[in-house]
């Protein structure tokens, strides 16, 4: 891990810590092939305390493992009472796979169309 950019040179998911909040970015595939390193570097943010960010915003490709488990982790969060927020609305590959897994399908005021979109049309 490069000391002055505090991230891995992978693509998947790559852990940045920072005082008071964890922050999680995805990037590149992150699918059913590399879902299970995806799922220890999002443990290890919940493991943390705080508040955990997920950035997602550099996902070229993903599949229906990808949303179930940061779903679950969305799930675990809120039953905890912790913030687990996204940095930016889903969007590219991750809307499209949410729209084709109809998990917007609810009321787009729904906790979960709220969490992944934001509050922004799509």
Do not use: Y
Request: charged share 25%; hydrophobic share 40%; glycine share 12%.
């Amino acid at each position: 891990m490069p000391d002055n950019a505090g991230t891995c040179a992978r693509r998947g998911p790559t852990l940045l810590l920072s005082p008071g909040k964890n922050t999680i970015s995805f990037a590149g595939e992150v699918t059913i092939s590399n879902i299970g390193a995806a799922r220890d570097d999002l443990d290890a943010a919940l493991r943390e305390g705080g508040p955990v960010v997920v950035d997602i915003v550099s996902v070229d490709e993903t599949d229906l493992t990808f949303i179930q488990l940061i779903e679950s982790a969305r799930r675990k969060a809120a039953g905890t009472g912790r913030d687990f927020r996204l940095r930016h609305p889903a969007g590219g590959a991750v809307l499209e796979v949410l729209r084709r897994g109809g998990f917007l399908d609810d009321d787009e005021t729904s906790e979960r169309a709220k969490f992944w979109l934001q509050g922004t049309a799509q």
